[in-house]
């Protein structure tokens, strides 16, 4: 079974509407980030969490809203989906402590079109 | 802002060449560096991570970290046409990573 999960992985909504994009991780990592990709931009941090209780805002907060539920799982939501949030998103996990736990490792991703 | 940069190609190499891949940081107080492969529509791979100065050879991939230029390159050896994907730089910032916008390669049979 995969390390990390994402569900769903393809999403086609209306704008206006909310919607939910779940993680979850069986690597036993503490930290859990939220990423959405675009072509020729890149991968952009929406929202990270270190902790079940530490939860920050990445470069492009807004519009997006986060819950970690349990270590092994961190929730993104759109609260009112609009157009340009249409993207490629990406779970991502990560141990704590120096040097290698900065690696993340990645969900399949959850391809999301907003009409 | 940190930034990472990457020249976005298409780097286009025949098979069994050496290909490139070359990135540079802002931050200098960045200790760690990684290299990710990613497929069209898929998600990024970790496939080599590097702390300190110097070459790290596992298999046919080469990191290669220079702290002083602030600058991080990835050879591949004996490049195969399953290379052809994007590969993303990946420098750690403030306990985050910063990823650059990726470099496509092609390997040409």
């Known amino acids: 079974d995969a390390d990390v999960t994402q569900t769903p992985r393809n999403r086609i909504t209306k704008t206006g509407k909310r919607i939910m994009l779940e993680c979850s991780q069986t690597?036993?990592?503490?930290?859990m980030y939220w990423y959405r990709q675009d072509p020729g931009l890149g991968l952009r941090l929406i929202y990270y969490s270190f902790d079940v209780k530490d939860i920050n805002k990445g470069e492009i907060s807004d519009g997006y809203s986060v819950s970690r539920q349990a270590q092994a799982k961190f929730s993104l939501s759109l609260e009112s989906a609009i157009p340009n949030q249409t993207a490629l998103y990406f779970c991502a996990t990560s141990d704590n402590g120096q040097g290698s736990s900065y690696e993340q490792y990645f969900g399949p991703g959850t391809r999301l079109t907003v009409t | 802002q940190k930034e990472v940069e990457q020249n976005s190609g298409p780097l286009s190499v025949p098979e069994g060449a050496i290909a490139s891949l070359n990135c540079t940081y802002s931050d200098r107080g960045s200790q760690s560096f990684f290299w990710y492969r990613q497929y069209s529509g898929k998600s990024p791979e970790l496939i080599m991570s590097?702390?300190?100065?110097g070459d790290k050879e596992d298999g046919r991939f080469t990191a290669q970290l220079n702290k002083a230029s602030q600058y991080v390159s990835l050879l591949i050896r004996d490049s195969q046409p399953s290379d052809s994907a994007t590969y993303l730089c990946?420098?750690?910032?403030?306990?985050?990573?910063?990823f650059g916008s990726g470099t496509r390669l092609l390997v040409r049979p």
């Open positions: 990946a420098v750690n910032s403030s306990y985050k990573l910063i």
């Open positions: 690597k036993g990592h503490d930290r």
């Open positions: 590097i702390y300190s100065n």
